[in-house]
């Protein structure tokens, strides 16, 4: 489980996690959002030692989101269909496999601009989980791991 809080609009912010052994993790993440702005998608890109799991029996979901969307070679997967409110917390979970011990992924948020239309904004959403949001400013964290049982 990794919890934290956003309260930048204007950077990504990437994690990398020290894992105690390449493989399979699944990864249940919560952050709370601290911005002035809504969140309606939410993207994580992997490093080129990581992929995120894309099969049946692995669970990919947010209570916030509705949709989800992993890209054919499993390096980018996009949350997207609901909200993240200033002041709510988001909960997601998916599993990711990694061939190293320090997998990174950057994650980002979109929140559409106040003077677009909603014909705009569903656009430009539609878009962004097409093509992947833009890369902004990282700010870098590292989580460390610890195995509990």
Known sequence: MISGAIDTVDHDVSVTVNLPEPGRWQII???TNLTDRTWVAMQ???????????????LVMSRQFTKS??????RRLTFYG?????????????????TGRKPTYAYSRYSPVATDSPEAAAATLDKLV?????????IEIIVPVTVIG
Do not use: C, H, N, W
């Open 29 to 31: 993440k919560s952050e």
């Open 44 to 58: 994580a890109a992997t490093d080129e030692d990581s992929v995120f799991v894309d099969d049946e029996d692995t």
């Open 69 to 74: 969307l992993i890209t054919p070679d499993q």
């Open 82 to 98: 609901g909200e993240v409110r200033p002041g709510e917390a988001v909960v997601k979970m998916y599993s990711l496999e990694t």
């Open 130 to 138: 097409a093509e992947g949001l833009p890369q902004r400013p990282v």
